[in-house]
């Protein structure tokens, strides 16, 4: 029968297929005993080899700046497959127990994750992490059918969730969308997922309890519906979707040379935010005027060992080589809180660590790990643009204190006799409320600025960016927000100050006219929605919205922003049907 499985559209996208379900890896495994050992033993040891193999295949299928991304995962989850300690373990517990694999996998499991709990280096803690990867990936092939084994094209994805490395491997293999019960659509995996244009649900609570593997779904990756067993009425819909999504990628390909100007007459300027060397070809591409946005704690969350200055160093230096004389925003360190703690940099046991020690108070900490990253940042600076991104600034201190380090650095550098540019400018990051609120006490320290907005309507709104149990309480269409901006865009505005939004309320066109009506020109986005972004832009008639910036700031709540919302559309010309 029908059954309609609500979710949040996360990557738009309309797919029909098979739901492959992957129960939540193996900790709600029962105790379960076989009869035959040998048999049990060859079925485990074949479940390792095919990840064995795959881990190969999806190694060597990675290039560019992803293989190096990417790739240390993947040779850290090689290392552990081999390990051993987990292997002999598993051996055992079959053999003198008698438990199923499923079953030992769990309980080996359970053992090490109780060694690496107690552990003090919050860096080995966090390699639980990994070994959950690594367990659920041999339990998933345990239980994969023979016919799937060549891969899952055709399938949809139905799991609690989804790593970032995963989604690579399952779009190579033709998967056609992912559902996951749990996620949130400013996750990693959620941007990862738009750049690869492959459909995502997340927050599908029920996914897992009212989804069966070879269900029939239809899944929209917009609007965040999933529907089992779909009647007449939704295989229409898919397919009206379908041929609209084609349509408009046509369309948007049509805008890849084209200028990103207003009805009247106005250039926005787009940057890019770019993580990986296909990024970067990209934005180029599609004509980005340079990076807005380069999160250089990927470096770090991504590898078993901290980057050293050189590694560092040819990592921003092949960014703005790939860049050709367009302007690199490089933004230092932001670890902690939702990022990750794959570094062991952050802090142990903090106790709210979203308003602990992240972004620049952690660099600041740290101040030889932070010396080692200006310098090279610095030295990058001498193959082309690059400016320098503090993020969570809350107070001019910090910014002092940036700039002395800085100006120390460029000094020794210039010493040691590098060629490094004549001067670098230093943004501040807007995404704590309190810098937002007090910046004419700090602006004098800026050369630019850049509203990070997935954080500034966390912190504003005291909403979780991550937990979907909050729902539409998290959105930048709240009066605060839109009263912060326009504040925070103004004051630039009268300093002369070149600001953008970089938070993914940029990349989002339908908050594009609010966003123009406040008065940004600059807007930072992933590559992969900058075809929408612009497409939205040059939909827009610069002059009306701004004359309809006191209405939008006069609206008291969401229904009155999406009035509003509503009327800047209603102005706007249909598009061409075709
Ligand atoms: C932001 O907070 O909007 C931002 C761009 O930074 P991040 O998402 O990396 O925290
Ligand atoms: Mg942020």
């Not at 123009?516 to 972004?533: D, I, K, N, R, Y």
Request: a neutral charge; proline letters at 4%; glycine letters at 8%.
């Amino acid at each position: 029968m029908r059954l309609p499985v609500p979710g949040h559209g996360a990557s738009r996208g309309s797919a029909l297929g098979r739901a492959r379900v992957r129960l939540p890896h193996v900790l709600e495994v029962g105790e379960q005993r076989i009869e035959d050992v040998d048999a049990e033993l060859d079925r485990l040891h074949a479940a390792i080899h095919v990840v064995r193999g795959e881990m190969r295949a999806l190694r060597q299928r990675l290039h560019g700046a992803l293989a190096q991304d990417v790739g240390e995962f993947l040779d850290l989850h090689a290392l552990l497959l081999d390990d051993p300690e987990l292997l002999q373990g598993l051996d055992t517990l079959i053999r003198n127990e008698r438990y199923s694999a499923d079953y030992a996998l769990r309980l080996q499991r359970d053992r090490i994750a109780a060694i690496f709990t107690g552990m003090d280096d919050a860096y080995l803690r966090s390699r639980i992490d990994d070994i959950d990867q690594v367990i659920g990936r041999i339990h998933a092939a345990l239980h994969r059918r023979d016919a799937d084994a060549g891969g899952v094209a055709g399938e949809i994805l139905v799991a609690d969730n989804i790593a970032p490395t995963e989604l690579l491997q399952l779009q190579s293999q033709g998967v056609m969308a992912v559902v996951t019960s749990g996620g949130s659509t400013l996750s990693h995996s959620a941007i990862l997922a738009r750049s690869l244009h492959l459909p995502l649900v997340v927050g599908a609570s029920q996914a897992l309890t009212k989804i069966n593997d070879g269900d029939v779904l239809v899944v929209d990756g917009g609007s965040g519906l999933v529907v089992r067993e779909p009647d007449a009425a939704d295989l229409r819909a898919h397919r009206a979707r379908t041929r609209e999504y084609a349509r408009e990628r046509k369309q948007l390909n049509r805008l890849r040379r084209e200028p990103s100007r207003t009805l009247d007459g106005v250039d926005i300027k787009l940057w890019a935010n770019a993580e990986s060397r296909e990024d970067v070809a990209e934005a180029h591409a599609l004509g980005a005027a340079g990076v807005g946005l380069y999160r250089t704690e990927f470096l770090f969350l991504n590898s078993a060992v901290l980057p050293d200055e050189e590694a560092q160093f040819r990592a921003y230096r092949d960014l703005v080589i790939g860049m050709t004389g367009r302007t690199v925003t490089i933004r230092t360190l932001d670890v902690g809180a939702d990022k990750a703690d794959r570094t062991g940099l952050t802090l142990a046991g903090e106790p709210n660590p979203a308003l602990g020690v992240r972004g620049v108070r952690l660099s600041l900490l740290r101040e030889p790990l932070f010396e080692t990253q200006l310098r090279a940042i610095v030295r990058a600076s001498g193959y082309g643009p690059v400016r320098l991104l503090v993020p969570m600034v809350c107070c001019r201190e910090e910014m002092v204190a940036v700039r002395a380090l800085l100006a120390r650095v460029v000094a020794d550098l210039r010493r040691e006799g590098h060629e490094i540019a004549e001067s670098i400018p230093v943004g501040a990051m807007i995404e704590v409320p309190a810098a937002a609120l007090a910046l004419s006490g700090f602006i004098d320290l800026t050369d630019f600025l850049s509203i990070g907005t997935n954080d500034l309507v966390q912190y504003l709104l005291a909403v979780d960016r991550n937990n979907e149990q909050l729902g539409e309480l998290y959105t930048p269409l709240h009066p605060a927000v839109l009263q912060l901006l326009r504040s925070v865009i103004a004051l630039a505005g009268r300093r002369g100050k070149p600001i953008a939004v970089c938070g993914e309320m940029a990349a989002d066109p339908l908050f594009v006219p609010v966003l123009l009506a406040l008065g940004l020109q600059e807007f930072s986005m992933h590559p992969g929605t900058l075809l929408e972004v612009r497409r939205a832009i040059r939909d827009c008639d610069l002059a009306a919205l701004r004359a309809r910036a006191p209405a939008l700031l006069r609206a008291r709540d969401r229904a009155e922003i999406q009035r509003w919302l509503a009327a800047a559309a209603a102005q706007r010309p249909a598009l061409p049907a075709q």
